[in-house]
């Protein structure tokens, strides 16, 4: 992996977070700041996951497209990621995430919590993690698999990445907002002044990372195959470069 690219990897994860948070804030946002009755629930928890497939198809050859820090940890045990980038994705999914809040505040005004990871009502703290717990071992586990090429579906990954966060969103949002990432939670509260129930979104995304990994292990075995490699990873520098597409002759590396 040429490393002198890792800058485009870097920004890659932070405008894929970028777009992920402007969608998943903006929703409730919008939503509040035209009444409460704009965008409904079921276009909330939608349009999250749409982004995400449509980020996955667009740029996931260039970093992998984590957008979410579960994602970067998981990786890396499964020797799919080396963890001397993991630090430097977080950060940069972290920076995406305040990055679309600071825009969406400058543009409708702060609107109280909505669009921030918070327990529904009468939902305690517990309850709350423990929900985005479960629901993040599913996530990362759907990840694992569709990168590992044991499903053979290669990059159609992003259908069932996509498909499980509206899945997800659709019964999961009213207990706990259904984050699943750290940066998508507390990137936004950080920006806003609200860290209510921050652990919750902490402990659950990334403790359920941990037993997706271990599900991984149970499933197919240690990772760090070519397929697994290559999905954490990008392909940039590796099977192509930046520059026009069919530059070289026929049989060579192409560009990007």
């Known amino acids: 992996m040429d490393a002198h690219f890792e800058w485009r990897r870097l920004f890659a994860e932070m405008f894929g977070t970028f777009l992920l948070v402007l969608v998943a804030v903006g929703g409730g ?9 704009m965008v409904p629930l079921t276009a909330q928890v939608t349009a999250p ?41 977080i950060a940069a999914q972290f920076v995406g995430a305040s990055l679309a809040t600071v825009l969406l505040v400058t543009l409708l005004g702060r609107q109280g919590t909505a669009g921030l ?28 698999g569709t990168a590992s090429g044991a499903q053979n579906i290669g990059p159609m990954n992003a259908i069932g990445v996509a498909s499980y966060i509206v899945l997800a969103g659709l019964f ?3 207990v706990s907002g259904a984050s699943m990432n750290v940066a ?28 997706a990994v271990a599900i991984a292990y149970i ?4 990772g760090g195959g070519y ?30």
């Open 29 to 37: 946002m919008v939503n509040a700041r035209f009444g409460g009755n």
């Open 49 to 89: 996951g749409l982004m995400v497939g449509a980020i996955i198809l667009f740029m996931g050859a260039v970093s992998g497209a984590h957008l979410n820090p579960g994602v970067s940890i998981a990786f890396a045990p499964r020797n799919d990621f080396p963890w001397r980038r993991v630090p430097g994705y």
């Open 117 to 144: 990871s918070t327990p529904g009502p009468g939902i305690s703290e517990a309850t709350a993690m423990a929900w985005e717990l479960v629901l993040s071992v599913g996530l990362i586990s759907t990840i694992l």
């Open 172 to 174: 999961g949002a009213p």
């Open 184 to 211: 998508r939670s507390l990137g936004p509260a950080l920006v806003i002044g609200d860290l209510t129930s921050w652990w919750v979104y902490l402990v659950g995304p990334i403790a359920g990372a941990v037993i």
């Open 219 to 222: 499933l197919r075995g240690p």
């Open 227 to 256: 397929h697994g490699t290559t999905a954490a990873e990008g392909t940039l520098g590796w099977q192509w470069r930046p520059g026009p597409i069919d530059s070289r002759p026929p049989g060579s590396v192409g560009g990007g």
